[in-house]
């Protein structure tokens, strides 16, 4: 009984971590920035093909793809910005609508292999159907210590989530950078006229959320089926984290994603998946018709 | 003798911080009364607890003998409180007709609004009000089009169309150009004896143009009343001042 | 100032009614029933459009579950065609149940509506056509008005009221999904039988069904238009712009947005059952979130503030989609396409085609204005 417990707990704080590092991403763009990216998702699902293609191509493995997913996202991220959302800062609404062209737009290119499947030529590990990303042996097989079924691969996405959120606080609370983030934040004209380059300082906070949907794609990849098309639940999840947590606030989307990854997977060893989501949903509307602000939000924008 | 306006001991506790406290004062009907206090004294409090916007801790607020303390912001404006705000705040996206339109339906029920026509009492005060206001001009144009001054003018419009017996005016001259203030002041003159009208200002001038009698608040609590020469005259009020550089 | 804007009005009227003549004349011009039954269902999708226009444009609420109102429509008038189609009657009974049913049913339970499968006897007064066709739009408004209630008396507003209505519609998406005995879950209500009005019986494939679809849709469109021109039209676009204003004018805010939340809702609602007429089918999908927000990509397109405009705008893309989808890569191509169009529409053109449309009478008035007065 005990050992099943902790079984279910263990997996439901597996998916709050994903949620976490999801949610982590798109708390900095929509907190600092007043942008919500629908495009979050795509960014996420970005990352798990850079984890399939590099595996494919480069032969990289696991360990060696996560940065490179980093980078690849992060650098698709700071297009989107650069190209399309700077210009729609204040239109929070907006932001929404053309970053959700914006995901339909990735999806496509996927899909259609950036356009070459017209001219009859397919690139492996692109296309409509799904792709699998393999991940080290030793990440794989179940152990038990204690009676406790150790599974490791969770084990190593829970680590993972803890540094790069402990990573995340350090930069927004312990760097200057950070400081001039958390400025931007509270109010962007202030913070323009203490001379805070908002511009220079919005695209790369960008870059950062994006680069970290990249990893969360790569550990989903893991032990999910890769589809040009997976961004699109993952984007919701993260939101309605962002949202319940309290947008800007970084223990706030932490505590959030701990107990919505938590009820969902308690509720799903309990009843079933879609009822388990759905019981998501109900307490997030709750929640949300309750504190508009978020658990831990202050009023900004 | 009718008071338009009574406040009664009204306090407003922002988690021990009393931006109002026990706060008592009587408006006559048809006065016009200025309202003068250092920054943070409580002006804006004031009024955002007399139109509904902020709930307050304890005390009541009564229109015309009514007690209207504790009704929503819709509910005492329609009990007769018009409200205008410091930045103005007009429908942007309607025009200037449009935005007077909205204000002089004298019937709040959706249902009851599902029709075209106005009456002709409502016609007429609309009419009435763009020759106060001067807006015959720019009509058809969207009010987010106005200069700052017409945007005040405006809003000053759309609270006479309103027909509110009792006018809260948070300063209503902020950002205006000489002409302009003078011109608001010349509004405000006729408004005189048929509204009941309070005024947050800041502009001596303009208050020594307009004013009878004065009430000054410190800190949240009443601290002088009486015309215009006797606050002037004050010592306790020129004590408060004395931090602000006294009254200008 | 004489009435310079009158142009635009003018060309208003003008749209409205070329735009009746050609959907009211079209049967005239085709043989093609299948063409028509397809430019009937986008003529519903008008009807969403129109729907989203009016919360979004004229409240400045946007509700990303509209797709809600349109499935619970579909769902409640499926369940009456259900029963209403050959598949339902079981080796010449005649007393109706659906055939899903039969086949998930344990062994040994009664072949009757009432307790075939658990829950199935809230089948049973779908049994009348009528109760159908009124939990279709009833359903929505009720809905509606207990969702919007909340929403707005709590005075959530702006990007809470779409995380709201987005995570409801997953929510009712879900259940709908695992009452699988009474719903058949995925695949969802299909082989149904036709509707019956009057004696009149609306085989899809026929004009009368494009009559009714098409009439339905000028009717509410009217309808609508004299809405948002009302005085509580007008005052609702008030609260959009300042809603304290309007509460310090004396209107209670959120019984306003409240009612229009609800007319927005029974409209979806009744184009959900129009759908179900034309379409033969009511499935899961009406409720992602990826159709409620094509319906928002249609009124942007067509114009987020013109009820005309988001008709046009739903009927235009969805056309362009139908005669594109004839190949499979043509198609995903053009979800490209539709993606990279709806970036730059909100990127360059905020208030869409018909925003288009105004300026350009506008620049034509007063370029003749101008023209005359150099003149006189």
Not at chain 1, 249 to 278: C, E, P
Request: proline residues 3%.
């Amino acid at each position: 009984m005990v050992h099943r417990m902790a079984n279910i707990l263990f997996i439901g704080l597996s998916l709050s971590s994903i949620l976490l590092l999801i949610a982590l991403g798109l708390s900095i763009t929509y907190g600092a920035m007043g942008v919500i990216n629908m495009a979050h998702g795509e960014l996420v699902m970005i990352g798990a093909y850079t984890a399939v293609l590099s595996g494919l191509y480069l032969n990289l493995n696991l360990f060696l793809a996560l940065p490179l997913a980093f980078l690849v996202s992060a650098g698709v991220g700071l297009a989107v910005e650069r190209v399309i959302i700077r210009q729609l800062y204040g239109r929070i609404i907006d932001t929404l609508l053309a970053t959700w062209g914006v995901a339909i737009l990735l999806q496509q290119l996927i899909r259609l292999e950036f356009g070459l499947s017209f001219f009859g030529i397919h690139v492996d590990g692109l296309g409509p159907g799904f792709q699998s990303f393999p991940i080290p042996a030793f990440l794989s097989e179940n152990f038990d210590i204690l009676g406790f079924t150790v599974q490791p691969y969770r084990s190593f996405i829970i680590v993972l989530t803890i540094a790069l959120t402990f990573l995340t606080w350090f930069l927004m609370y312990r760097t200057s950078l950070g400081t001039q983030v958390r400025a931007i934040m509270r109010n962007p004209q202030m913070a323009a006229a203490c001379g805070i380059d908002v511009n220079r300082i919005s695209a790369w906070t960008f870059a950062y959320g994006s680069g970290l949907a990249g990893v969360a794609g790569v550990l989903l990849a893991g032990f999910k089926a890769v589809l040009p098309n997976m961004g699109e639940s993952v984007v919701v999840d993260g939101f309605l984290v962002v949202v319940v947590g309290g947008v800007g606030s970084l223990f706030g989307t932490l505590l959030s994603a701990a107990v919505l990854g938590q009820i969902n997977g308690v509720f799903a060893i309990l009843t079933n998946d879609i009822v388990a989501r759905a019981i998501v949903f109900g307490v997030v509307i709750f929640l949300i018709l309750l504190r508009p602000n978020g658990l831990f939000g202050f009023k900004s924008r | 003798m009718s008071f338009a306006l009574t406040v009664d001991g009204l306090t407003v506790d922002f988690n021990g911080f009393k931006a109002v406290d026990n706060f008592t004062t009587t408006i006559e009907m048809g006065e016009l009364r200025v309202i003068l206090g250092p920054n943070g004294a409580g002006k804006t409090t004031l009024m955002d607890l007399i139109s509904g916007k902020t709930t307050s801790t304890s005390g009541e607020v009564k229109l015309f003998g009514r007690e209207i303390t504790r009704l929503s912001e819709h509910q005492i404006a329609r009990a007769g409180i018009g409200r205008k705000f410091q930045i103005p705040s007009i429908f942007r996206d309607l025009s200037v007709i449009q935005n007077l339109e909205v204000s002089a339906s004298g019937e709040p029920s959706v249902f009851k609004n599902l029709k075209y026509s106005i009456t002709r009492e409502e016609k007429q005060k609309i009419e009435e009000v763009i020759e106060l206001t001067d807006l015959s001009d720019v009509l058809k144009s969207s009010a987010g089009d106005l200069s700052h001054g017409q945007m005040q003018w405006l809003e000053l419009g759309m609270l006479i169309t309103q027909d509110a017996k009792v006018i809260l005016l948070d300063e209503p001259t902020a950002g205006m150009t000489k002409q302009e203030t003078m011109k608001t002041a010349d509004i405000i003159k006729k408004l005189k004896g048929k509204h009941t009208i309070l005024v947050v200002e800041h502009d001596m001038a303009f208050v020594r143009d307009i004013a009878e009698r004065i009430t000054v608040m410190h800190l949240g609590k009443l601290l002088a009343e009486g015309d215009i020469d006797t606050i002037e005259k004050d010592e306790a009020v020129r004590e408060a001042y004395l931090g602000s550089g006294g009254i200008h | 100032m004489i009435e310079n804007r009158s142009l635009a009005q003018k060309l208003d009227w003008a749209v409205y009614i070329t735009f009746f003549v050609v959907v009211l004349c079209l049967p005239l011009l085709t043989d093609d029933v299948f063409w028509l039954n397809r430019i009937s269902k986008f003529l519903v999708f008008g009807l969403l459009g129109l729907a989203i226009a009016l919360s979004w444009g004229y409240a400045g609420v946007l509700n990303l579950g509209q797709g809600l109102f349109f499935g619970l429509g579909a769902y409640m008038f499926a369940m009456s065609l259900k029963l209403k189609s050959g598949t339902s009657l079981q080796q010449g009974s005649d007393k109706p149940v659906p055939d899903f049913m039969v086949w998930n049913a344990e062994p040994g339970s009664p072949t009757e509506l009432c307790c075939i499968v658990p829950g199935s006897w809230l089948w049973l007064p779908f049994q009348s056509q009528t109760f159908g066709m009124i939990m279709a739009v009833a359903l929505p408004i009720l809905v509606a008005f207990v969702v919007g209630s909340a929403i707005f008396r709590l005075r959530v507003s702006g990007v809470y009221v779409a995380i709201i209505t987005l995570a409801l519609v997953l929510l009712v998406r879900l259940l709908i999904i695992d009452a699988q005995p009474i719903t058949n879950g995925f695949n969802g209500l299909t082989d149904l039988g036709w509707l019956n009005l009057f004696g009149v019986e609306f085989d899809p494939y026929m004009y009368e069904t494009y009559y009714l679809v098409a009439v339905s849709c000028c009717v509410i469109m009217l309808a609508a238009r004299w809405l948002v021109s009302t005085r509580a039209g007008l005052i609702l676009q008030s609260t959009r712009d300042d809603a304290n204003r309007s509460r310090y004018l004396g209107y209670d805010v959120a019984a306003y947005q409240i009612f229009f939340f609800v007319v927005s809702a029974a409209i979806a609602g009744f184009a959900g059952m129009l759908y179900v007429v034309a379409a033969e089918f009511a499935s899961p999908t009406f409720l992602d979130i990826s159709f409620s927000i094509s319906m928002v990509v249609w009124a942007a397109v067509g114009g987020r503030s013109s009820l005309i405009g988001a008709v046009i705008g739903a009927v235009l893309i969805n056309s362009i989609e139908a005669s594109v989808s004839e190949t499979e890569i043509f198609k995903e191509a053009w979800k490209l396409i539709i993606g990279v169009i709806f970036i730059f529409v909100v990127l360059l053109l905020p208030r869409g085609i018909a925003g288009v449309a105004r300026d350009f009478a506008r620049w034509l008035e007063d370029s003749y204005l101008q023209s005359t007065s150099k003149r006189g």
